[in-house]
């Protein structure tokens, strides 16, 4: 499997899992038939776990982007190290995002996320430049 494409599976997979540690958080502070029901007043959830939620979600909205540059490159048949090491950087930019994010320590994880987006533009640079 080319780079790309392993990092593109592990920000996937990455980003499919990052709900289980504030569900679990949920779970613990409602409990279990609150967490899988619909009560009219929920425990609120711990703070690290609403920050993780937003990140989830910001994930989400950057794999839209990312995901589609990594498959363009992939059926254009452009590869190259640039667009693999962006690959690369953009898996850590997140990882370092949804932590920072997680954590409350705002200039690490705004430099994070501008450092993915520096890899997404990266990788549609180097598919408007071929």
Known sequence: MKTELFYLALVTTFTGL?????????VIAGGLSNSVGYPEH???????????????????ENLVVFAPLVLIAQFAGVSSAVIATACVVYF??????A??????????????????VAAQMTIAWQLLMH
């Open 99 to 116: 932590i920072t994010y997680t954590l409350a320590i705002p200039w690490i994880r705004t430099l994070a996320f501008l450092t993915g």
């Open 18 to 26: 990052l709900w289980v540690p504030y569900i679990l958080n949920r």
């Open 42 to 60: 929920p425990k609120p959830q711990t703070a690290w776990a609403r920050r993780l939620m937003k990140a989830h979600a910001n994930a989400i």
């Open 92 to 97: 850590w930019a997140r990882v370092v995002h």
